[in-house]
C-alpha cells in the first residue's frame, strides 16, 4: 500500500520561508508525476506545483518565483521549499502522486503565514 506522509508545515511570519517533505513508502520511481495541492478554509483546492518524471516543473502563477518543488530519489521525497511566504499562502499543503492508473494523496500539513 502506498503511503504519503507530509512534515515540515508551521507558523511563519509573513517573508518567511519553510519547506514541506512528502515521503513516499515505495519507490518514486513509481509515479509519473507528484505535486504539492493546497486548500484554504472555504476555497477549493489548487494545485501548487507538480514535478514529473522528466524532472520538468509546473507552478501556479500565485506561487511562482517563491516555491520551489524538488525531489530526492534516493530518500524516495518530494520538497517543497516556500519562500517569501504570504498570508495568503494559508493552507492545508497536500502532497500528491500519480501513476498511469492510481492517485495517491498524503494527509495534509498546515502552514500558516502570520501578517
Known amino acids: 500500500q502506498v503511503q504519503l506522509v507530509e512534515s515540515g508545515g508551521g507558523l511563519v511570519q509573513t517573508g518567511g520561508s519553510l519547506r514541506l517533505s512528502c515521503a513516499a513508502s515505495v519507490s518514486i520511481f513509481s509515479f509519473k508525476a507528484m505535486g504539492w495541492y493546497r486548500q484554504a478554509p472555504g476555497k477549493q483546492r489548487e494545485l501548487v506545483a507538480t514535478?514529473?518524471?522528466?524532472?520538468?516543473?509546473d507552478y501556479a502563477d500565485s506561487v511562482k518565483g517563491r516555491f520551489t518543488v524538488s525531489r530526492d530519489y534516493a530518500k524516495n521525497t518530494v520538497y517543497l521549499q516556500m519562500n517569501s511566504l504570504k498570508p495568503e499562502d494559508t493552507a492545508v499543503y497536500c502532497c500528491?502522486?500519480?501513476?498511469?492508473?492510481?492517485?495517491?494523496w498524503g494527509q495534509g500539513t498546515q502552514v500558516t503565514a502570520s501578517s
Open positions: 514535478i514529473i518524471t522528466g524532472g520538468s516543473t
Open positions: 500528491n502522486a500519480g501513476t498511469y492508473r492510481d492517485e495517491y
